[in-house]
Nanobody, 124 residues
Framework: EVQLVESGGGLVQAGESLRLSCAVS????????IGWFRQAPGKEREGVSC????????YYGDSVKGRFTVSSDNAKNTVYLQMNNLKSEDTAVYYC?????????????????WGQGTQVTVSS
C-alpha cells in the first residue's frame, strides 16, 4: 500500500521561496524514488525533481535546476522540495509521486502512484 500526502502549497510573489512536503507511507522493502511532478492549466505534466530512497541520488528538470532542491528525512518518511526564486511559470499543481522500479532518472518521466496534489501560485 502506498500513501503520498503533499502539503506546503500556497500563494507567493515572484522571487520568493516555498517548501513543499510529502509524507510517504509505503509498504515495500525494495528500492524506490520519490518525485515531484507539476501540471499547469493547458500544459503537459512535467517532471520537476526526484530523489532515490536507496542512495539519495537527485534529479532535476531543466526548468528548475539551480532553483529547486529536493531532500529527504528518512526518519520522518518525508520528502521536501525547496523552491527558491519562484517565477510565474512555476504556477501549477504539484504532485508527489513514487517510482517503485527506478532506473537513473526514470522518476522524472513516470510514476506508479500519485498524491492528491497541492497548488502553488506565483504572482508576478
Amino acid at each position: 500500500e502506498v500513501q503520498l500526502v503533499e502539503s506546503g502549497g500556497g500563494l507567493v510573489q515572484a522571487g520568493e521561496s516555498l517548501r513543499l512536503s510529502c509524507a510517504v507511507s509505503v509498504s515495500t522493502f525494495g528500492e524506490y524514488a520519490i518525485g515531484w511532478f507539476r501540471q499547469a492549466p493547458g500544459k503537459e505534466r512535467e517532471g520537476v525533481s526526484c530523489i532515490s530512497r536507496s542512495d539519495g541520488s537527485t534529479y532535476y528538470g531543466d526548468s528548475v535546476k539551480g532553483r529547486f532542491t529536493v531532500s529527504s528525512d528518512n526518519a520522518k518518511n518525508t520528502v521536501y522540495l525547496q523552491m527558491n526564486n519562484l517565477k510565474s511559470e512555476d504556477t501549477a499543481v504539484y504532485y508527489c509521486t513514487i517510482d517503485l522500479v527506478p532506473y537513473d532518472s526514470s522518476c522524472l518521466r513516470a510514476a506508479d502512484y500519485w498524491g492528491q496534489g497541492t497548488q502553488v501560485t506565483v504572482s508576478s
